[in-house]
Each structure stands twice: as C-alpha cells, then as structure tokens.
C-alpha cells in the first residue's frame, strides 16, 4: 500500500492543523494506522494509532489536543491537531501495518510495513 500525507505547514503556536494520509488500497479491515514523527536530531516516537476496529491510543503528550481518525470509504486516514506548541514541530508520517486489528499503546513503528514520505509541521 502507498501512503502520501499532505497538510502540513507553518503554524503559530496555540493553533491547528489537519493532516491527511491518503492510502492507495482499502485499509478499513486489516490494518492498524498510525501518525508518527521525528524532529531534527530526535529519535521517532509514535503520536496516534488506531486499529481496523476503531480503537485509539495516543501519546501523552497530544492526549485531549490531537484526533485520529480515519475516513474507511475514502482510504484517508486523518490527524487533527489543535492548540500546537513549539515542541510539535516535527516531520509527521503516517503509516500502516498489515493484519493488525486493535492498538492497545504507542509505539515508535517498527512493526509498520508501509510508510509515507512525510509532511512537515512547523510550530513557531
């Protein structure tokens, strides 16, 4: 499966953004789908993922600012962020990982096997 994210882009702080990752191929049934990102000089770490059976998990630290979800007729797969601050800014990727129905935690990905190019989320 192909993943292409879109939506990023420069933002104050305490505003908002919505990222999109287009996936080319149904991912309503047998994929887990996860935003992740990575700044400058940081190690990855996981944002949000939610399972073929709706389930959600986020980090701590965008739990009540940032939305998972994922539109199964259109094979979108969404990331709603408000109230951003600074230490958002990241290169945010999404990805999918095969047979894979409930997220019970983040992770940092490496059990993914499909990841998109990236869209940079600037916060300043």
């Known amino acids: 499966v192909q993943l292409v994210e879109s939506g990023g882009g420069l933002v104050q702080p305490g505003g908002s953004l919505t990222l999109s990752c287009a996936a080319s191929?149904?991912?309503?049934?047998?994929?887990?789908m996860g935003w992740f990102r990575q700044d400058f000089g940081k190690q990855r770490e996981g944002v949000a993922a939610?399972?073929?059976?709706?389930?959600?998990v986020y980090a701590d630290s965008v739990k009540g600012r940032f939305t998972i979800a994922k539109d199964n007729e259109k094979n979108i797969l969404y990331l709603q962020m408000h109230t951003l601050k600074a230490e958002d800014t990241a290169m945010y990727f999404c990805a999918a990982r095969r047979v894979c129905f409930r997220v019970t935690d983040v992770t940092a990905g490496y059990e993914y096997n499909y990841w998109g190019q990236g869209t940079q989320v600037t916060v300043s």
């Open positions: 939610i399972g073929a059976d709706g389930s959600t």
């Open positions: 191929e149904d991912i309503s049934k047998v994929y887990c």
